[in-house]
């Protein structure tokens, strides 16, 4: 058993175990097949949120798994863990919602729902003004500040039918398989090889 795997099972999520007090500005910086982008998280607009955030990251949550939901002039999807095990273990580790302080615009990112607390792990990135999701408690926790190029860039000639949103029903092969599915069925989706905290970047 992976050591992710064993905390997720073991241990709340809500719980930071290598740094008990996120920083209040994180930038992290992710390594994918399209390039490098950079995202600013800022737990003045989403506590709740961005503590996840620091903790899917720190934990390696997000290493070696897939794009899996690419929408041209809407979002770009990600945040289920490669290993199917991993992703089981943390579908209902939900964290309360934050209210909505930021707008859902082009490069700001906001995690993926089907109603009030329901917040795990799928975080999207809005690729042009979103801010019709505002209203629906879609509440940013970061942006993107460098390499929105290459976040346009993903692949999306799959649009929904590689797992599509949470609430279009369509995931369960996700969980299920995860990458071997992905890979298989889906082969030209943009990996997310690796995200980790840009050093001299987080602030407490």
């Not at 992710?4 to 290598?18: D, R």
């Not at 939901?69 to 863990?81: C, S």
């Not at 964290?95 to 990112?109: A, T």
């Not at 690729?127 to 290459?150: C, K, W």
Request: hydrophobic share 35%; net charge neutral.
């Amino acid at each position: 058993m992976t050591r992710l795997l064993a905390f997720l099972i073991c241990v709340s999520l809500t719980q930071v175990l290598h740094d008990p007090k996120p920083p209040d500005t994180l930038r992290v910086k992710f390594q994918t097949t399209a390039g490098d982008f950079v995202i600013e998280a800022h737990r003045d607009w989403a506590p709740n949120g961005v503590d996840r955030f620091h903790q899917l990251v720190t934990d390696g949550y997000f290493d070696d798994s897939r794009f899996f939901r690419v929408v041209p002039g809407f979002i770009a999807q990600f945040g289920l863990a490669g290993d199917p095990k991993v992703a089981a273990a943390s579908r209902t580790r939900t964290i309360p919602d934050d209210p909505v302080k930021q707008s859902n615009r082009r490069g700001f990112v906001s995690y993926a729902m089907t109603g009030p607390d329901t917040r795990s792990t799928q975080i999207f990135i809005s690729l042009a003004d979103n801010s019709r999701l505002d209203a629906q408690g879609f509440a940013p926790i970061g942006r993107v500040v460098e390499g929105m190029d290459v976040v346009d860039k993903l692949y999306s000639g799959y649009g929904e039918t590689s797992g599509g949103g949470m609430r279009g029903g369509k995931q369960q092969k996700l969980f299920e398989e995860g990458n071997a599915w992905l890979d298989r069925e889906f082969p030209k989706l943009d990996k997310l090889l690796r995200a980790r905290p840009v050093e001299g970047h987080s602030g407490g």
